[in-house]
């Protein structure tokens, strides 16, 4: 269920939008500050490719070091699988994912964030088969309603989370893993309504070897 925490009182001063932008995080919010130790964020040297081809548009932004450049899947693809390659082998214990979201259908239908992704890892004893390893759980964004100054009416919309989603674990020796979008933010009207208008967003995909 989308969060519903935070109700505004008009200001005839203020268009919607300028309202959803004082709202929302700033830019700069959306960046991971590397804990010392962990080394370099090995995803920026994987080739990044997606189980739909209509959706390999902007992928590389996923794995471009800034949680605030999205990517968006076709319409339609609302579940999509992302496949990291690497060239020889390489390790790590952490994953960080941004979801900032890119499409709504209003507060009643949701919105295209992904809400739930899985991580894909060969199979110990069988590299040739991919298995699920860990599901993330990543942050919804909050329901804000706008009242009007003479509160006959209201506009509701989404603020973004700018936190990222730390996945810990252990080490992990692989040249290829899969990112599963489990779930989105949508909610059952989008799907009766605008079923083929769908997508899914997700805004940044990190890997990193903490010691």
């Known amino acids: 269920m989308l969060r519903k925490n935070r109700y505004l ?14 709202l929302c995080p700033d830019s ?12 370099k964020n090995l995803a920026l040297d994987a080739e990044i490719t997606s189980s739909h081809p209509a959706s390999a548009d902007g992928l590389k932004m996923l794995i471009d070091n800034d949680g605030f450049t999205a ?13 990291l390659r690497w060239k020889s082998p ?25 809400k ?45 989370s700018a936190k990222p989603v730390i996945l810990e674990f252990p080490e992990i020796n692989t040249d290829i893993i899969r990112i599963r979008v489990k779930q989105t933010c949508w909610l059952d009207p989008a799907y009766e309504y605008f079923s083929e208008e769908l997508d899914c967003s997700l805004s940044e995909i990190m890997l990193f070897l903490a010691r």
Request: with cysteine; proline share 7%; charged share 20%.
């Open 9 to 22: 009182f008009g200001d005839d001063t203020l268009t919607i939008a300028q309202i959803w932008q004082r």
């Open 116 to 160: 739930m992704v899985v991580l894909e890892i060969p199979h110990p004893k069988n590299p040739d088969s991919i298995i699920a390893a860990y599901e993330l759980n990543l942050p919804e964004p909050t329901e804000a309603c706008f009242l009007s100054s003479d509160r006959k009416g209201q506009v509701c919309f989404y603020i973004p």
């Open 90 to 114: 390489v390790r790590f214990n952490r994953l960080i994912v941004f979801n900032l979201y890119t499409q709504s259908r209003g507060t009643a239908c949701g919105c295209n964030a992904a």
């Open 28 to 39: 700069t919010e959306y960046r991971f500050l590397v804990p010392e130790g962990w080394g």
């Open 71 to 83: 990517w968006t899947s076709a319409k339609g693809d609302t579940l999509p699988v992302l496949a």
